[in-house]
């Protein structure tokens, strides 16, 4: 089945410095990438979406400048968390569907990503 | 407004119980709904539903449509420990294919 590798799985920063985070389609290709934040016992909040190769389209509330989202080829995607904060540790999760229509069984999640900023 | 309502939003059982969770929606373009289940990390997929009636097997748990009445159940039975998870329902509605989410039910299944 498709697989999307999510790295890194947790990570510590100090507040005012930036954290990348990797999303890789493994045997498919994301033509379209969402990009999720998830709050201790919240659902999932969609934070923006991505198409290969375009600027991504970003959700009502979400600073797009200090999250920046590259999506230059179908098989990567990145969130990048500028500036962080205490207040951005969350859980960051990536999913993406695949080209040809969307997945028979959905869409793909990636681990996701524990940010904690200190 | 799309939207995605989950009930109950928690739910206690013992071993061997069955449960039946409900998500409820309103959607102007339908698309499909999908069923995830969340342990302590990212969501992992369950079932997508297009059509009504058409019941999705996998193991114990099992799901199904209502488009008429706009709902989905999602049936566990024989429920185990390892069940307990929060369960998410999404609904992928309109052209740019993005999700929304219920709030999850939360399942504890005690031994």
Same mark, same amino acid.
């Given at each position: 089945?498709?697989?999307?590798?999510?790295?890194?799985?947790?990570?510590?920063?100090?507040?005012?410095?930036?954290?990348?985070?990797?999303?890789?389609?493994?045997?498919?290709? +994301?033509?379209?990438?969402?990009? *999720?934040?998830?709050?201790?016992?919240?659902?999932?909040?969609?934070?923006?979406?991505?198409?290969?190769?375009?600027?991504?389209? *970003?959700?009502?509330?979400?600073?797009?400048?200090?999250?920046?989202?590259?999506? +230059?080829?179908?098989?990567?995607?990145?969130?990048?968390?500028?500036?962080?904060?205490?207040?951005?540790?969350?859980? *960051?999760?990536?999913? +993406?569907?695949?080209?040809?229509?969307?997945?028979?069984?959905? *869409?793909?999640?990636?681990?996701?990503?524990?940010?904690?900023?200190? | 407004?799309? =939207?995605?309502?989950?009930? %109950?939003?928690?739910?206690?059982?013992?071993?061997?119980?069955?449960?039946?969770?409900?998500?409820?929606?309103?959607?102007?373009?339908?698309?499909?709904?999908?069923? #995830?289940?969340?342990?302590?990390?990212? %969501?992992?997929?369950?079932?997508?539903?297009?059509?009504?009636?058409?019941? =999705?097997?996998?193991?114990?748990?099992?799901?199904?449509?209502? =488009?008429?009445?706009?709902?989905?159940?999602?049936?566990?039975?024989?429920?185990?420990?390892?069940?307990? &998870?929060? #369960?998410?329902? &999404?609904?992928? &509605?309109?052209?740019?294919? =993005?999700?929304?989410?219920?709030?999850?039910?939360?399942?504890?299944?005690? %031994?």
């Amino acid at each position: 089945g498709a697989v999307v590798s999510q790295h890194p799985s947790w990570v510590i920063c100090k507040s005012g410095t930036s954290v990348k985070i990797e999303c890789r389609s493994l045997d498919f290709q +994301a033509t379209t990438m969402f990009w *999720y934040r998830q709050f201790p016992k919240q659902s999932l909040m969609l934070m923006a979406t991505s198409n290969e190769g375009s600027k991504a389209t *970003y959700e009502q509330g979400v600073e797009k400048d200090k999250f920046l989202i590259n999506h +230059a080829s179908l098989t990567l995607s990145t969130l990048t968390v500028t500036s962080a904060h205490p207040e951005d540790s969350s859980f *960051y999760i990536c999913s +993406a569907r695949d080209g040809q229509g969307g997945l028979s069984y959905g *869409y793909t999640f990636g681990s996701g990503t524990r940010l904690t900023v200190v | 407004e799309d =939207k995605v309502v989950q009930s %109950p939003l928690s739910l206690v059982v013992h071993e061997g119980d069955t449960v039946t969770l409900n998500c409820s929606y309103e959607v102007t373009n339908f698309r499909s709904l999908l069923w #995830y289940k969340q342990e302590k990390k990212a %969501p992992t997929f369950l079932f997508m539903l297009t059509s009504s009636g058409i019941e =999705k097997k996998s193991g114990r748990l099992s799901s199904i449509l209502d =488009k008429k009445e706009l709902f989905s159940i999602l049936n566990i039975t024989a429920t185990q420990t390892g069940d307990s &998870a929060v #369960y998410l329902c &999404a609904l992928n &509605a309109g052209n740019n294919r =993005k999700l929304i989410w219920g709030l999850g039910t939360s399942l504890a299944v005690n %031994p």
